[in-house]
């Protein structure tokens, strides 16, 4: 589908929308119109000494209820009101029409904000390290190696480096930090990936959310979340977010 096609289909559904909101909205509007006339009727009624009974039968409710209504003061003189009745039973789209102001509900027009799937990566690993003969250190260390740790190497998929997003680390199923990521780079010799930094300190428990982080940024992903383990074997693994917020990312639980 085409982003025109697309849009001109988004603005037929949200037409349905607008057009069924503000009918609803009119028909309250005049449904409170058409009781407050009623209860006029039933006024004028009981003035001219008809019996309560008589009313209550004709508007199908009890005497008690007739006998409230009439007890308060008429505002509606008894010539005015068979006209208004008989202008919102013979035209009652015009009745509604008198009603239109007060909705708030407005229509949305082209071009549309594109609506995206966007995705996390997310790391989990045991609180434990160990060093490879590479000298790559692995685990919780000291915060510099904490660091170069956590942010390589990953098999990050083309989608998750093209959005760069925040990295968010876990340890023994508890997010502990969350990283700016200023890219991925793939760096000589490796065929995984690490991620940029951009001079930020990490996001941690009890300190709040720094500039960087995006308003979307789910709560599920903060400093002090349970993350669950992946369901493959390898600490990396990318969390999809749908444009509705939901987020779909592959567990062993």
Do not use: C
Request: aromatic share 8%; charged share 20%.
């Amino acid at each position: 589908m085409s982003a025109s096609d697309r849009d001109e289909h988004i603005q037929s559904r949200l037409a349905d929308v607008s057009i069924a909101a503000g009918l609803v909205h009119r028909l309250r509007a005049l449904e409170g119109e058409v009781q407050t006339l009623l209860e006029e009727a039933q006024r004028n009624a009981a003035a001219d000494g008809i019996a309560q009974s008589m009313i209550a039968a004709v508007a199908g409710i009890s005497q008690p209820r007739v006998s409230k209504i009439t007890s308060e003061p008429s505002g509606t003189s008894p010539a005015a009101l068979p006209r208004r009745l008989h202008l919102i039973s013979e035209w009652p789209g015009d009745a509604l029409l008198a009603h239109a102001d007060g909705f708030t509900g407005r229509m949305l027009y082209p071009p549309y904000e594109r609506l995206v799937t966007r995705w996390v990566p997310t790391v989990w690993r045991r609180d434990r390290q160990w060093v490879q003969p590479d000298g790559r250190v692995y685990g919780d260390t000291t915060p510099a190696e904490r660091e170069q740790a956590d942010r390589r190497y990953w098999a990050v998929g083309a989608e998750v480096r093209a959005q760069a997003h925040p990295l968010v680390l876990a340890v023994d199923g508890k997010i502990e930090r969350v990283y700016e990521v200023a890219g991925w780079i793939r760096e000589s010799g490796q065929t995984k990936y690490s991620a940029l930094g951009a001079g930020s300190a990490p996001w941690v428990r009890g300190s709040a959310a720094p500039a960087w982080v995006p308003a979307w940024w789910p709560s599920a992903f903060e400093p002090g979340q349970q993350l669950a383990a992946p369901a493959r074997q390898g600490a990396y693994t990318p969390a999809r977010i749908t444009p509705d917020g939901v987020i779909h990312r592959a567990t062993r639980s």
